[in-house]
């Protein structure tokens, strides 16, 4: 598992500066969004590359333990279930 780690690990001056300025400005101006979110469903492949980019989130010690629950159907996500 450590070799697969590091295998996915980039040192930071492989990415252009314009790449990094990217991040820090997503990182610098992200905001609570839960206010907008439209009723249109996403797509299949958009659902699935946010949820690897999710996965490859930091935690403590590279444990990744997370865990996603995709909810479609309107009446479950209305009761909050």
Known sequence: MQAELQDR???ADAFSPDERAAVYRAIETRRDVRDQFLPTPLPDDLI????AAAHSAP???FMQPWNFVVVR???R???GV
């Open 9 to 11: 690990l980039v040192r």
């Open 48 to 51: 699935g590359r946010l949820l």
């Open 59 to 61: 935690s403590v010690g």
């Open 73 to 75: 159907d309107a009446d």
């Open 77 to 79: 996500r209305a009761l």
